[in-house]
């Protein structure tokens, strides 16, 4: 049974920083893409960065700049460095590690239960 699990959300002012991590078990092969989607108050959950096993990354425009995904194919973990951080940011950020970097607008494969990431003064 795959397992993924978040940690490192919390409250942080606008133009700060702040570091998630995530950590996936119980497959047998890494998985060949994880990364990050995040879900505000009434919104649909978006997809942030992901990052393939080879290294490859690829951000939605609104974080460009700002946030840079990194990962451990060893322990299949994935991290989430955000900086220079807005009120828009604020959301349930989520772990998600899937089968490629292919339409990551596509909610698939196995997602962690989510850390808030909330952006205030």
């Known amino acids: 049974q795959v397992q993924v699990v978040e940690s490192g959300g919390g409250l942080v002012q606008p133009g700060g920083s702040l570091r998630l991590s995530c950590a996936a078990s119980g497959s047998i092969f890494p998985f060949n893409a994880m990364g990050w989607y995040r879900q505000a108050p009434g919104k649909q959950r978006e997809w942030v960065a992901l990052?393939?096993?080879?290294?490859?990354?690829i951000y939605a425009d609104s974080v460009k700049g700002r946030f840079t995904i990194s990962r451990d194919n060893a322990k299949n973990t994935v991290y989430l460095q955000m900086s220079s951080l807005k009120p828009e940011d604020m959301a349930v950020y989520y772990c998600n590690a899937r089968a490629g970097l292919q339409a990551p607008s596509r909610l698939s494969g196995y997602w962690g239960q989510g850390t808030q990431v909330t952006v205030s003064s």
């Open positions: 990052i393939a096993s080879g290294g490859t990354t």
